[in-house]
């Protein structure tokens, strides 16, 4: 039995960053929102209570039953956690007059206390908070503040119960790490030994305890998470996994024979699909983004149901389902307001008769890559950028026709290759270029021309729940404009996007 953390999202933002770092840590964590939890069976070590967009003092604020888990395992709050474990104690918790956002330098710190074992005076936090805790009854002790607010920790006299009002899983938090790791080994007592070995281990031995001798059908994609996916099922599996790879005509150029052959001396047993056209008739005439995902999405599952049924015995889609569409499709106060379709997270219709399984959905992007090192998987498949499910389609804003693909098709390969020939595509997590349904003037030679307008995205991220735009140089970015314009018909304008995610998204559809 795999011991883990359990973490209580509150709604807070930094809610997936606390549980990359307790993995980052060695340690299996699972994040559940609060108003759903969890059984808590033996492999429970702990339990960490999330911030929140919210005040324990509002009348409908989040609220938890402390009776479920106080007194059987330690317990952290951070931020709102750590105000309503003072709050539900009969503690006063108000809107402070001295509010603390940014950075703050921890002050009377209780050495002795295992949470700030090793932290030092002066030690820099991140506050992010409008209430504060004013002051604690006598059956809490204060282990730290800072020089603006009493109490910046505080534990429980007798419990392991902990609180800290400031955020130790983000960088700004320069010992936040540190705090982290006292409260997985120096109290709860984990023992480290969640690694990508153990992880490869473990789900290779539950898949084959899951499939047996059955048969499943996997959608491959080129990138990561299915081709980590498709490792373990076949590891567990051999030849009773069956990849796909369809040429949906939205691809990258020349993207169809590459993956395949990527695909090579690998051992999967791979067939490749062309099936571009059902997909541009899909799509005619359609304009709204989500339509148009939704097309795609279905059209994608006509193909797979008739390509299963050439696999006789076949009971399973494998897919490459990761921890945040997970999470990202179920939020702490009912259904999330959908800002983009999941392509691989709902469900498959009534008519297509496979169970799913999804080996990898436990696991952020960082996470997936180690496991694919770790498998010994080529680095031009471990390291290749996110490619949205939907491809160009959601790249080309407006309706999509074959032309304005074979358009996109040339400008993003130069973008790209530009990129990997100037060492920026490492630097990179995810690029790409949009076609906007604009046209600009623009004169070539003593020409006046009113061409097509491109936008070049390049974005810098950890797992793509934010991200922030890429400082390329203005070198590269002259050169590869220059580029566009002098080889691709119809393009006679290249813009640059210096969005953040939030509040814009990574694809503009």
């Given at each position: ?26 340690v ?6 609060y ?10 070590k ?5 911030g929140?967009p ?36 009969g ?14 330098l921890l ?9 700030l ?28 503040g ?44 984990c ?22 001798d ?10 990561v ?7 373990l ?13 369809v ?48 097309a ?90 996110p490619?949205p ?19 996109l098709?040339?400008?993003?390969h ?38 097509n307008?491109?936008?070049l995205?390049?974005v ?40 953040s ?9």
């Amino acid at each position: 039995m795999v011991e883990k953390i359990i973490i209580l999202d509150f709604g807070s933002q930094y809610t997936q960053l606390i549980a990359r770092r307790v993995r980052e840590l060695n340690v299996y964590c699972e994040i559940h929102p609060y108003n759903n939890i969890p059984a808590f069976d033996d492999s429970v070590k702990g339990l960490i209570l999330s911030g929140s967009p919210c005040s324990v003092r509002e009348e409908d604020a989040p609220d938890v039953d402390f009776g479920l888990f106080e007194g059987k395992f330690p317990v952290l709050g951070v931020c709102f956690g750590a105000q309503l474990i003072a709050h539900k104690a009969g503690n006063e918790v108000k809107a402070s007059s001295t509010r603390e956002y940014g950075r703050a330098l921890l002050a009377g710190i209780k050495a002795d206390e295992k949470l700030l074992a090793g932290i030092e005076e002066g030690s820099q936090v991140w506050m992010s908070h409008g209430d504060t805790i004013q002051g604690l009854s006598d059956n809490f002790d204060v282990i730290s503040g800072t020089d603006s607010i009493g109490v910046a920790a505080f534990r429980k006299k007798g419990e392991e119960v902990y609180g800290l009002q400031f955020h130790p899983e983000v960088t700004h938090s320069v010992d936040g790490k540190q705090i982290i790791e006292n409260f997985l080994v120096g109290i709860c007592g984990c023992a480290q030994d969640w690694t990508s070995e153990h992880f490869i281990d473990t789900t290779v031995a539950e898949l084959k305890e899951q499939l047996g001798d059955d048969k499943v059908i996997l959608g491959l994609s080129g990138g990561v998470d299915s081709s980590v996916a498709a490792v373990l099922i076949h590891k567990a599996i051999g030849q009773n996994l069956h990849c796909i790879f369809v040429d949906n005509g939205l691809l990258r150029k020349n993207e169809f024979e590459e993956v395949l052959d990527s695909y090579k001396g690998m051992g999967l047993n791979v067939t490749g699909v062309a099936a571009s056209q059902l997909f541009y008739d899909a799509l005619k005439d359609e304009k709204d983004p989500e339509r148009k995902r939704k097309a795609i999405g279905k059209v994608f599952v006509d193909v797979f149901d008739e390509e299963s049924k050439k696999v006789d015995g076949a009971k399973w889609l494998g897919q490459g389902t990761i921890y945040p569409d997970i999470i990202e499709s179920v939020s702490v106060k009912g259904p999330s307001a959908t800002i983009k379709s999941h392509h691989n997270v709902g469900g498959l219709p009534d008519y297509m008769k496979l169970q799913v399984v999804e080996p990898l959905k436990t696991l952020f992007k960082d996470g997936v890559r180690q496991i694919g090192k770790a498998l010994g998987i080529d680095q031009n498949i471990i390291g290749r950028h996110p490619f949205p499910g939907p491809g160009l389609a959601i790249r080309i804003l407006g309706d999509v026709t074959p032309e304005k693909v074979a358009i996109l098709q040339e400008v993003d390969h130069i973008f790209i290759q530009g990129l990997k020939d100037n060492g920026l595509y490492d630097e990179v997590w995810q690029a790409g270029v949009m076609l906007l349904p604009v046209q600009s003037v623009g004169v070539m030679g003593d020409e006046r021309t009113y061409e097509n307008v491109v936008a070049l995205r390049a974005v810098s991220s950890v797992d793509g729940m934010t991200a922030d735009w890429s400082r390329l140089p203005y070198d590269f970015l002259a050169d590869i404009s220059n580029k566009i314009i002098n080889n691709v018909k119809g393009v006679n304008r290249v813009v640059f996007d210096i969005s953040s995610k939030p509040p814009a998204t990574i694809e503009w559809e």
